[in-house]
């Protein structure tokens, strides 16, 4: 959570525990960690429906970018969807990083989000073979 609040909500002025919903009591949680412990990525899925998963919350700290902690949280948060049964994820990619999930085949929907009133995000989407 520490992560998630340093990356997500501390640089727009936020308080700690704004980084928290009531989602992370039944979520699944997935956090990336160097040999040392340290926390260096996170993400989080919840179901939205009976077919579909939403991800949200991923962060990854800004000197271990660029390295694939990212996509390997991601290739496991989809994993753990079909597990769960789900054929669909949804997001809310912040605009500066919707490159990234395209990369992994979501595709844009729709305009998502503005997030604090400041930060523009678009409503993406990928079905699960």
Known sequence: ??????ILRAPLGLPPGSERDAEDETALLVVACRSDGRVVGTGRLHPVDDGTGQIRYMAVAEDCRGQGVGARLLA???????EQGLKRIVLNARENVAG???????????????????????RMEKYLT
């Not at 496991?76 to 079909?82: D, F, G, P, R, V």
């Not at 998502?112 to 678009?122: A, D, S, T």
């Open 76 to 82: 496991a948060l989809e994993a753990a969807a079909l």
């Open 1 to 6: 959570m520490q992560l998630r609040w340093a």
């Open 100 to 122: 990234f999930y395209a990369r992994f085949g979501y595709r844009q929907l729709a305009p998502g989000p503005l997030l604090y009133g400041k930060i523009p995000h678009l």
